[in-house]
């Protein structure tokens, strides 16, 4: 019976219990390159649940847009790494961003603390997206955010006009000439990306900027670094 007990014990402290949060809002759908935000994030959600399926780890899922769309509760085991597979791949991106809302109602069902996996452009306003990620960390959850961009986003490359669309809301779209738009809208994703870093220090929040064009061998890299700092 002694020995019985300090094998639980052991496997309660040691495997991990984590749940995958994945963003599937039409801002997603964007791909100035070979694939899109929404393709990155879920090849990298697949490659982190085999992870630590594989360190036979419990994970969960979550997608949404602007609200829940599927919860997979935390299991373990090949035929679980398979449900999370065909939920990833039937996923496609579509609706508005709701990040603080959505974020707000997860935190009374995923009742045990661990670890939280969010992959999201983190589109939408920053001070409420903060807010709802303090109440992650109040019930004790870590938090890594896996926040993914297109370079596009960050270096706004256009040159001549350019007919801009919402991915999110079907009848707007404007063409502008992208000069005169260029500084405001650097400007702004500075004070965006600033403001969602301090937010995050604040919270002691793991803040992961990817770009699609990075391998994703760069992001389980970060996954693992944080696996083996945690205490």
Not at 54 to 73: A, E
Not at 166 to 187: G, K, V
């Amino acid at each position: 019976k002694t020995d019985r007990f300090y094998v639980r014990e052991y496997e309660e402290e040691t495997n991990l219990r984590a749940t995958i949060l994945l963003d599937l809002s039409g801002s997603m759908a964007y791909g100035g390159g070979k694939v899109t935000k929404a393709h990155y994030a879920t090849r990298l959600a697949a490659a982190l649940a085999f992870l630590m399926l594989q360190q036979r780890d419990s994970v969960g899922m979550v997608t949404f847009d602007s609200k829940m769309r599927r919860f997979i509760p935390q299991r373990q085991g090949v035929g679980h790494l398979r449900v999370l597979l065909e939920e990833l791949q039937q996923s496609e991106p579509g609706g508005e961003t709701e990040l603080a809302g959505v974020f707000q109602n997860l935190v009374p069902r995923i009742h045990r603390r661990g670890l939280l996996i969010i992959l999201s452009d983190c589109f939408g306003e920053v001070k409420d997206l903060v807010s709802a990620l303090g109440h992650f960390r109040v019930a004790k959850h870590e938090i890594i955010l896996f926040q993914i961009v297109d370079r596009d986003e960050l270096e706004f490359p256009f040159r001549q006009w350019t007919r801009f669309e919402s991915l999110e809301q079907e009848e707007m779209h404007r063409l502008i000439d992208p000069a005169h738009f260029r500084a405001a809208y650097l400007e702004n994703l500075e004070r965006f990306q600033k403001e969602l870093m301090e937010g995050c220090h604040r919270h002691r929040i793991d803040l992961v900027t990817m770009t699609t064009d990075r391998p994703y061998a760069e992001a389980l890299v970060q996954f693992l670094t944080r696996r083996l700092g945690r205490p």
